[in-house]
């Protein structure tokens, strides 16, 4: 059935449907925690990102410690904790961020301008968002220093579950040694401890959920990883 408008012009019901505005449109996925979700303020929060990044990166760099790893295991490390560092980075901060709900209209209509729709698997959810959310909070709420700042990424970035057989043995004192650090502090430690069970819970599963988030709108199909094996190789 076609429908004519004041214009004069017939419009069918898909026409209709991936025009209407899309905040507010009603989602009828489910579970709300499932909703695809993409950044309010895009360009803004995006850019702040990518700077939070950059120094999250030559914080890892300027460490003595980091610098004296073979390059291999500085990549692997690289790959495996800038996730957590990032977001200790968004804390540090005191970045903020807000989302809005994709409604199925973009979603239809992004499958018709590119033929193809990318995995809900890879696209953030607003439950995913609410996790990183808490973490934040969290950080926030032990109100930390700089300095205490600069031992839970040391912690974070030295666990010894990331570098290769190699560097086990080194990955482990390093760790001993910023973990030594952090009971020196009046922080409240089981506060701590539980951030740095967080923070390793987080890696695991939002690599892709901060990538899509923060960073592909402005980078698009750049590979990340290889960005941030560039940024370790240039001195």
């Not at 850019?47 to 939070?52: D, H, L, S, Y």
């Not at 033929?115 to 934040?136: A, H, I, M, N």
Request: proline content about 4%.
């Amino acid at each position: 059935m076609r429908q004519f408008f004041s214009d004069g012009h017939p419009r069918g019901l898909l026409f209709s449907i991936l025009n209407r505005e899309c905040d507010g449109y009603p989602d009828t996925r489910g579970c709300h925690c499932q909703r695809l979700v993409c950044l309010r303020n895009p360009e803004t929060t995006c850019r702040v990102a990518f700077g939070v990044l950059i120094r999250t990166i030559h914080f890892m760099k300027s460490l003595p410690s980091f610098r004296k790893l073979a390059l291999r295991d500085r990549l692997v490390l690289v790959e495996k904790r800038w996730v957590a560092l990032f977001l200790l980075g968004l804390a540090q901060e005191h970045v903020t961020f807000e989302v809005r709900v994709v409604p199925a209209a973009s979603i239809l209509r992004n499958i018709l301008m590119s033929g193809r729709q990318k995995s809900d698997e890879c696209r953030p959810t607003l439950g995913g968002v609410q996790k990183l959310k808490t973490f934040l909070n969290k950080v926030w709420s032990l109100d930390l220093s700089l300095r205490e700042f600069a031992g839970l990424k040391g912690a974070v970035l030295f666990s010894p579950d990331a570098a290769g057989p190699r560097s086990s043995e080194e990955m482990a004192g390093l760790q001993e040694e910023a973990q030594r650090a952090l009971h020196t502090w009046p922080t409240d430690q089981r506060s701590l401890t539980h951030l740095l069970f967080m923070a390793s819970a987080l890696r695991a599963e939002a690599q892709s959920l901060v990538t899509e988030l923060f960073f592909r709108p402005i980078a698009g199909q750049m590979d990340l990883h290889k960005l941030l094996h560039e940024m370790i190789v240039k001195q």
